[in-house]
């Protein structure tokens, strides 16, 4: 089933457009915004899990969370924005990979 829609409908139709947003700030940018979002929704949320994965100081993160707030504007209080973050995440990766 997600074949299908990715093949028929592509990525950025499917997937967060906040993603995309992330990536292409990424690129100009240099930073490592879209892979903090991604780190942080995997430990539910955790700023200490995070930053030890990232192995990135706890203020380093809280600025990229700031950051990605400014330019995303997502409600992560809400269950289902997370949801959708974390299949988009999913999708881009299985994408990525195949």
């Given at each position: 089933m997600m074949n299908s829609a990715v093949g028929e409908l592509g990525l950025r139709l499917i997937c967060r457009p906040e993603l995309f947003t992330l990536m292409d700030y990424d690129k100009e940018h240099t930073s490592e915004l879209?892979?903090?979002l991604r780190?942080?929704?995997k430990w539910?949320?955790?700023i200490a899990r995070?930053?030890?994965e990232?192995?990135?100081h706890r203020t380093t993160l809280l600025y990229r969370m700031q950051r990605?707030?400014?330019l995303?504007?997502?409600n992560l209080d809400d269950e289902k924005v997370r949801l959708e973050l974390i299949l988009s995440y999913r999708l881009l990766e299985r994408e990525k990979y195949s």
């Open positions: 879209y892979r903090s780190v942080f929704l539910e949320r955790s995070a930053c030890e990232l192995n990135v990605i707030d400014q995303t504007h997502l």
